[in-house]
């Protein structure tokens, strides 16, 4: 036990060694005796106490030099060596193949991110029939009958009317087609917010789809400079570092996209 002395001419006895913080060892010992619930302050406290005990009066908050190291690994500066990357990898089969998904990404909001169902983004739209991929202009006859109605005259691939009916269901484009014998009439829907809501959302939902293919470019590659023990680990730091921040550059650019048409379909 260890005897402290309050300045009120008490003797405190407290189990705990002296380096321990006095507000559990002296004051709630103080506020038992004293049947008080209030903690009372450090001066009550005698001087011989707070010297003995300097290092409980002393103590800071250390987890700010914590806070300043994550900010400064944020700002981290990467430049990307093209010669340094092709000696080791497919660099410019890496790079295209991250450039064909912002392409892609650029395609698809183009065939099915319309605000309007015109002729043109019907034509484009792709079509799963018996296993191969068609758009509609290669099944049907697309005709507009009046400003309101699109028909599809499909005499020509009766069989694939079903796949046509759901790719139009399923084209982001609020469609509600109509089967009448080997015709299908699409009445053109009106732009409501709550349409322009779910466009935008559909342009989110690619845009997730493109950086997940970014990504998996990207990890794909360093994983096969991990398993090349022939390079140093240093190597194999800096190129991967490399590498991350050209799959940023693309997912960053693919972003952009996003936004634009989103900002299109909100009418901001």
Do not use: W
């Amino acid at each position: 036990m260890y005897k402290i002395t309050s300045a009120l001419g008490r003797n405190l006895n407290c189990a705990l060694p002296p380096c321990r913080r006095y507000t559990y060892c002296a004051v709630r010992q103080y506020n038992n005796l004293n049947g008080r619930r209030l903690c009372p302050s450090p001066s009550l406290l005698s001087a011989k106490f707070v010297s003995h005990n300097c290092c409980a009066l002393g103590s800071v908050r250390n987890y700010a030099k914590g806070k300043d190291k994550k900010k400064d690994k944020g700002q981290k500066k990467v430049s990307i060596d093209e010669n340094l990357l092709s000696q080791y990898l497919k660099f410019n089969n890496m790079k295209s193949e991250m450039e064909k998904a912002v392409v892609n990404l650029k395609n698809n909001y183009i065939k099915n991110l319309s605000l309007r169902s015109s002729t043109g983004a019907l034509e484009s739209l792709p079509v799963i029939f018996e296993g191969d991929e068609y758009v509609v202009q290669d099944l049907a006859q697309i005709v507009r009958k009046n400003p309101k109605t699109i028909i599809l005259n499909m005499s020509s691939f009766p069989l694939a009317i079903p796949a046509v009916l759901e790719s139009l269901k399923n084209s982001g484009m609020n469609l509600n087609p109509q089967q009448e014998k080997t015709s299908i009439f699409i009445p053109i829907p009106k732009v409501t917010k709550e349409h322009r809501e779910n466009l935008s959302k559909g342009a989110k939902a690619l845009f997730v789809k493109c950086k997940d293919s970014i990504k998996e470019i990207q990890n794909k590659n360093i994983k096969l400079l991990k398993d090349n023990d022939s390079l140093s680990e240093d190597l194999v730091h800096n190129l991967k570092d490399q590498i991350t921040m050209l799959a940023d550059m693309y997912v960053i650019e693919s972003q952009r996209i996003m936004e634009e048409k989103q900002n299109e379909l909100k009418g901001d």
